[in-house]
C-alpha cells in the first residue's frame, strides 16, 4: 500500500523473472541427476590420461607448455 504503480510492476517483473529462472534451474538439476544415473558404467573401460610438460622456444626465450588428456 502507498508504492507507486512503477514500484509495483518493477517488483512483478522480478518476481515473474525469478520464478521462471527458478524453474530453469530444477529442470537442468534433474535433467543432471537422469544422465549422471542412467550413464554407463566406466569400470570395464578405463580411459587413457596423459600428460606432458614441454618447453617451447619463442623469440626472447621460453615458455613453458602444459597439455594432458584425461
Not at 504503480?5 to 530444477?26: F, I, K, Q, Y
Not at 538439476?29 to 578405463?46: F, M, N, Q, R
Amino acid at each position: 500500500a502507498g508504492c507507486p504503480s512503477e514500484v509495483v510492476d518493477e517488483n512483478h517483473r522480478n518476481a515473474v523473472t525469478t520464478n521462471w529462472l527458478l524453474g530453469a534451474g530444477v529442470v537442468s538439476l534433474v535433467t543432471g541427476i537422469v544422465l549422471y544415473a542412467t550413464a554407463p558404467s566406466w569400470e570395464d573401460e578405463k580411459p587413457a590420461v596423459s600428460a606432458a610438460v614441454a618447453p617451447t622456444p619463442d623469440g626472447n626465450g621460453a615458455m613453458v607448455g602444459v597439455s594432458g588428456r584425461f
